[in-house]
Every structure is written in structure tokens, then in C-alpha cells.
């Protein structure tokens, strides 16, 4: 039954478990429903209430006589803008986090890197002479959520692309103006009766993906990098080996690493400590699962749980107290999985519930009190816990590679670049480089594809950057320094020279903005061409679900 489900052994060791206890998870769900091959491929037209129109068979045209190629341009362009919508929600959060910051209320949180902070002041023409760091932070906060409501010129952002690239966005008019702007016009022009030609409405898709990686996303990411450091490379572990028998386990799941932060920090609470062990547990563990779990992972080595598909499942240890969740891939099913234990699964987001669900509402101007609360409620849960099997399953990692540390890697603190790296693409040894990022759908062999690209890619001398639930390697012995030996001769021979390892981990989804700046910076530094499209990159995400992915890497 559970033959081609997952390459991952502990994810079969508690899909059986699972299984045997009734409960459900993604992976039973997909084998009852079946996919609506007719939305599947984008051919249901939703857009009004004449229909749905299905266009199949010998139906090329809707009622309207909106034909296939629109519709499937309108379907693709919503989809885009959700995902966009998503990652630059997040986004705006983090900007009103650092005015939080700026104005001195948001105890607990602080500039962590004040470099970055004044080099994205010089991006978004923060003046920084003589003012101090929360007046830098204040005036950068505001700059970066001015650009969501902006109406009109562009994005501060776009002008990090090279050049030749930023000249072909301003030559088809896809430059975007402003984060929302574009993706209200997005739903506007897939209303029905608006924009009718495929071209032209996938133009707005681009657009609105644009103004995800080059806005929202980099914002985001860079933000964060602000708040709670730059990663530097660190020790991880992988895989449900991370969570502890004796101990209170937590899990932070979903996107934003603010609370998550307070948290991590909280666990050492002395008080709480004592609470926890009032209760018998011998400690406070917190562990990560997808993309929050990037965020401490990379810049804590907090440890990363699993990925996406192992959201739900991780319930059936029996061993996680509480289930700490914000928004975006955060499964409702989780719910239901958690019923059948003793775990409390916590919503914290002003945007999102879930029903039976505890909420306890995160909010950045009381985060310490909030974060105790929800240490204080997983302990609460400690002694209500029965059978606990804990798969042993358990690898370490390397993880945290910003694109900082990747150009001082190439040249120290004073001469820091892209030229090695260039060179090694020019001279041919490193034959390329590969984006692989994006999720797990349970219609694919949980981990598969994602393993055994970066295998195939590095085996042939492709240097590969992971991010998002692609970190899948890292459960497999993917992002540790022994995989060298299967990297080509050409790849491995550069790597060691650079001092990185073949498979980089770059951090969360909206993290691949990283890998945009990646390729910008290979592009300005010369010899591989004027622009990104010049390079020899791939960006693939083999396992996505999200409609965060499917535009994740424009
Ligand atoms: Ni934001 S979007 S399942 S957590 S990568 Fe993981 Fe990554 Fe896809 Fe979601």
C-alpha cells in the first residue's frame, strides 16, 4: 500500500503507523480524490456565472466565446497572482515589523545586521550619513511598504537586474509599478469580459511575478536578513529524528520567521524551564517543518522536522505537543490529524484560523508574551501524550547560504565576487547552474524528484542551489561536504577550491530572490554575457503544488 509513496524511510515508518491508527494524512486523502483533469489543465473557465464553462471535446469556446488559449491564460495568471500575492503579503508583514522596530516598539526584536540594513537603504535611497540605525531602520521600513501601494513608475528593485534585462521589462511595458497594483490589475483583466487575448494577459502574469521576485520576495528576504541576521553557513539536522522523546517538542510551520524567532529564544526561558520539568519533560525542543523551519534553520540550526508532505504526518510520533502555524501551506487536514493525538495544533496569524484550532494571534509590539503563551500551551499539552514512536531517522546538514557569504567566499570581506565562479562556467568545468526549489505533491513520489535531479545535475558538474521544500536533500546526505564525491570531476574540483559544497542551501521560497541576485551578480560581473538569460541556469521546482511555485522562479 505505502510502495512508491516516499523515498524517505521515516516518512514510511509513520505513514504505516498512520495508517494502522486511522488517521489521515495527505497521502490517504490523494488516494480517493483524483484530480479534475479538466481544471488541471487550466480548460474550466470559472470566470463568470454564465458557466462554468469546461472546454473540452469539441467546446473550444465559452459561453462568452472566450476561447481555450484565454482561458487557460486567465487560469495561469490568477494563479500567478495568488502566489504573488502570498509571498508579498508576507513581505509587507516584515516591512511592518521594522517600523515596529524603527519606532521602539517591538520588544524583543532588533537590527541584527546593520550592514544590510545600509546597503538596502542605498537600494531603496534611504540617505544613512550620520543617523542613527533606527532611524535608518524607520525610513527603510517605510520605502519598502510604500512599494506595495505604489501606483506608478517602478519598482526600487528592478534596477538590481542588469541592465539589458531592466531595458526588455521597460520595452514590453512589464515593469511593475507598484506590488498590489499588479495584482489588482491581474484579477481585473482575468474578470470576465476584460483582457481577451492570451499574449496580452500573460504579459500581466509577468508582471506580477516580477513584482513577486523583484519586490515582494526580495523585500522579504531582505528584511529578514535585517532583523534576525544574514545566514553564514551552519549545522543542521534533518527528518523526525530531530524531535525528542523526553522532551516538550514544538514545531514552527509556515512562512514568517518573527515569532518564530521569539520562540527559539524563549525555549531557554529559565521559568519556562522549570515549567516544562514541573510537567516531566526534560526540556523545551523546538523543531522546524518547511519554510519557517528554513528560516531558523539556516540562521539558528534550529532543526528542520521535514518538509511539506510530513505536516500532518509528523502528528502520528505522538510526540509533538503543539504544532505552531502562520499562514501559506499550512494544511487544514492538520487539524484532524492532530484529533487523533494529544497535539494542539496553534494558529497565530490575524489572517488565518483554522476550525477547532487553538488560536493565540501573534502580534510584534507584545511578541515575548505571546511566545511564552504558546511554550506555556505546549507544555500544558506534555502529559496528556500516550504511545510516542519517534522514527530514527536523522541527518546532518550544512545549511545557509546567502548570496553574502557566497560572493565573500569567492574573494574575503574587501574583494568579494562572482569571478571564480564565472570563470569556472567560462572555462567549462562547471557546466552550469540549477534553482531547485518548490514542494512535495503527494501525485509524485514524495522526495523523488527532487533527490535524484540534484544527483543527476550535480553528477554532471551543475552547481545546484536548493530552497523551500526541495531542501529534501538535505534528509537524503545532500547537503553535506561527503557529497562531493558524487559531484563531477570539474564541479568538485571548484568547490573545493571556493570552499563550498556542490548543493548549496539558500533558505526559504520567498528566498529565491537570493538566486535572483545570484544570477544578476554573474551576469554584471562579465564574460557570461549582459544578461540573466545569457547564463547557463535552470530553475526547476519537480515536485510543486503551490501556486507560490508557479511563479516562483520568474
Ligand atoms: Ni514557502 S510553497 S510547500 S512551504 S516549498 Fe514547501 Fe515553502 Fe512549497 Fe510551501
Not at 358 to 382: C, V
Not at 458 to 473: F, M, Q, R, S
Request: charged share 20%.
Amino acid at each position: 500500500m505505502l510502495e512508491g509513496k516516499s523515498i524517505d524511510p521515516a516518512t514510511l515508518e509513520l505513514l504505516e503507523i498512520a495508517e494502522a491508527e486511522g488517521m489521515p494524512t495527505a497521502f490517504s486523502r490523494c488516494e480517493t480524490i483524483k484530480p479534475c483533469p479538466i481544471g488541471r489543465e487550466g480548460n474550466c473557465c470559472k470566470h463568470c456565472f454564465m458557466g462554468h464553462c469546461r472546454l473540452v471535446g469539441k467546446t473550444t469556446t465559452g459561453i462568452c466565446g472566450a476561447t481555450l488559449e484565454t482561458v487557460q491564460a486567465r487560469n495561469f495568471t490568477r494563479a500567478a497572482a495568488a502566489g504573488s500575492a502570498s509571498h508579498s503579503d508576507h513581505g509587507r508583514n516584515m516591512a511592518m515589523t521594522l517600523i515596529a522596530v524603527g519606532e521602539g516598539k517591538a520588544p524583543g526584536f532588533q537590527v541584527k545586521d546593520e550592514k544590510k540594513l545600509r546597503r538596502v537603504a542605498g537600494y531603496l535611497g534611504v540617505p544613512t550619513d550620520k543617523r542613527t540605525t533606527q532611524e535608518i531602520a524607520l525610513d527603510v521600513g517605510k520605502t519598502a511598504l510604500a512599494e506595495f501601494g505604489k501606483q506608478e513608475g517602478e519598482l526600487l528593485y528592478l534596477k538590481r537586474a542588469p541592465q539589458k534585462r531592466q531595458e526588455i521589462w521597460r520595452k514590453l511595458q512589464i515593469g511593475p509599478r507598484g506590488i498590489d497594483r499588479e495584482v489588482t490589475e491581474a484579477m481585473h483583466r482575468t474578470t470576465m469580459g476584460v483582457d481577451q487575448d492570451a499574449e496580452h494577459i500573460l504579459l500581466q502574469a509577468m508582471r506580477v511575478s516580477l513584482a513577486d521576485g523583484w519586490g515582494g520576495s526580495m523585500l522579504s528576504t531582505d528584511i529578514s536578513d535585517i532583523l534576525f541576521g544574514t545566514p553564514t553557513p551552519v549545522m543542521g539536522a534533518f527528518n523526525f529524528g530531530v524531535l525528542q522523546e523526553d522532551q516538550v517538542n514544538l514545531v514552527i510551520h509556515g512562512h514568517e520567521p518573527t515569532l518564530a524567532e521569539l520562540i527559539v529564544v524563549m525555549a531557554n526561558d529559565p521559568d519556562l524551564l522549570k515549567y516544562a520539568e514541573s510537567k516531566g519533560a526534560k526540556g523545551i525542543n523546538i523543531v522546524g517543518m518547511c519554510c519557517s523551519g528554513n528560516e531558523l534553520l539556516m540562521r539558528h540550526g534550529v532543526p528542520m522536522a521535514g518538509n511539506f508532505l510530513q505536516s500532518d504526518l509528523i502528528m502520528a510520533s505522538g510526540a509533538v505537543e503543539a504544532m505552531v502555524v502562520d499562514y501559506q501551506c499550512v494544511m487544514q487536514g492538520m487539524q484532524a490529524a492532530a484529533e487523533h493525538y494529544h497535539t494542539k495544533v496553534i494558529t497565530t496569524s490575524p489572517k488565518a484560523k483554522i476550525t477547532g484550532a487553538t488560536h493565540i494571534e501573534f502580534d510584534d509590539h507584545r511578541g515575548i508574551e505571546i511566545a511564552k503563551l504558546i511554550i506555556r500551551t505546549a507544555i500544558d499539552t506534555f502529559p496528556n501524550r500516550k504511545k510516542v514512536h519517534i522514527p530514527n531517522y536523522i541527518e546532518p546538514a550544512i545549511v545557509g547560504f546567502s548570496h553574502e557569504y557566497i560572493a565573500y567566499m569567492q574573494g574575503g570581506s574587501y574583494r568579494e565576487s562572482f569571478r571564480p565562479l564565472n570563470d569556472a562556467i567560462m572555462n567549462g568545468r562547471i557546466r552550469g547552474l540549477a534553482g531547485v526549489a518548490g514542494c512535495n505533491n503527494p501525485h509524485t513520489m514524495h522526495d523523488n524528484a527532487h533527490v535524484n535531479i540534484i544527483k543527476e545535475l550535480i553528477k554532471n558538474d551543475v552547481l545546484v542551489v536548493t530552497t523551500g521544500c526541495a531542501i529534501a536533500g538535505g534528509k537524503h546526505g545532500m547537503l553535506t561536504p561527503e557529497v562531493m564525491e558524487f559531484a563531477g570531476p570539474g564541479l568538485r574540483e571548484v568547490c573545493q577550491a571556493i570552499g563550498i559544497p556542490p548543493v548549496l542551501h539558500m533558505g526559504s521560497c520567498v528566498d529565491n530572490s537570493r538566486i535572483l541576485t545570484v544570477l544578476s551578480q554573474c551576469a554584471t560581473e562579465g564574460g557570461l554575457g549582459e544578461d540573466i538569460s545569457d547564463l547557463p541556469g535552470v530553475g526547476i521546482a519537480p515536485e510543486w503544488m503551490s501556486e507560490k511555485a508557479k511563479r516562483s522562479l520568474e
